[in-house]
């Protein structure tokens, strides 16, 4: 049994189970194929596919090893990539949820580009679930995202601490920097982020954990809205404390501490516990954790996403 059993058994069932198309992707006949199916089959005793008519069923063991062969034929390709293009120019994948991926991640990649400028860098900013998602399928090789992982094939590693602010408009009688109850804190319109995002989970597991249960009045992707809204006096929001400092400075809302609840996280580089990490991904990963003090934090003077 061999990478290319694995890579013919992946191409008929990422082609709809059809060997004829399969084996023309491949460039081989119809029998080859067919052959080769027949050899994995014979080599581990069971069966990855039922004949029913003239197609082909994947079984609960071909689901099995299709697993395995996804992840075994891209870590191949990974390996054949690096070493074939190991002295020309090298391409780096790294996801971001959107919180990083807007205040973060460009400061982090202009400077990365400014070490290491043969590398090129390409970014995806999503909800923390997706760029997971988008490591468990190898499109990524690592991502910064808010939060622990859920999945247990990904390693994860705190590099940043973070905490998140109440805050609300200037206009609904409340002072910068006081302290509300519970009870005040959970009879408010909430405005809050979209379910999956890393902020969300923090407020979740927080006011859970108190024994609230919120229903949100509005749920947005954008911080930039739920900070508007908060200015329009639509209610009051918890979001990160850096994306809300432009208009903190500006007068537009005010901070407020609620007793007995603290809204802190961290920042996780992540990976997927088999990814091979190439020496530009260890660096890059390198210059995360020590940016703050190597760097200057940038000075934002708009909202962001």
Known sequence: MTVRHMIIFRTVCEIGFNLTKAASVLYMTQPAVSLAIKELEDYYGVRLFDRIGKRLKITDAGRHFLKYAIHITDLFSDMETGLRDWD?????????????????????????????????????IDQSER???????????????????????????????????????????????????????????????????????????????????????????????????????????????????????????????????????????????DKFLTASAKKFMELTRNYEADYPMPDYFGLWE
Not at 104 to 117: D, E, M, R, T
Request: glycine fraction near 8%; proline fraction near 4%.
């Open 88 to 124: 020309s120019k090298g391409i780096l994948r790294i996801g971001a949820s959107i919180t990083i991926g807007a205040q973060f991640l460009p400061s982090y990649v202009k400077a990365f580009a400014n070490l290491c400028p043969e590398i090129d860098v390409r970014v995806v």
């Open 131 to 273: 760029i997971e998602e988008r490591i468990m399928e190898n499109e990524l090789d690592f991502a910064l995202i808010e939060g622990i992982p859920r999945h247990p094939d990904i390693l994860s590693e705190a590099y940043m601490e973070d905490h998140m602010s109440v805050i609300c408009g200037v206009g609904r009688g409340w002072t910068q920097g006081q302290t509300i109850s519970i009870e005040e804190f959970k009879n408010q319109r909430f405005l809050l982020r979209e379910p999956g995002s890393g902020t969300r989970d923090v407020f979740n597991r927080v006011t859970e954990h108190a024994g609230m249960h919120i229903i949100p009045a509005w749920e947005a992707m954008s911080t930039t809205a739920l900070v508007n809204a908060v200015i329009s006096g639509l209610g009051i929001a918890v979001l990160p404390h850096r994306m809300i400092l432009p208009a903190l400075k500006r007068g537009l809302i005010c901070t407020v501490n609620v007793e007995g609840l603290v809204f802190r996280r961290s920042f996780y580089i992540i990976f997927h516990k």
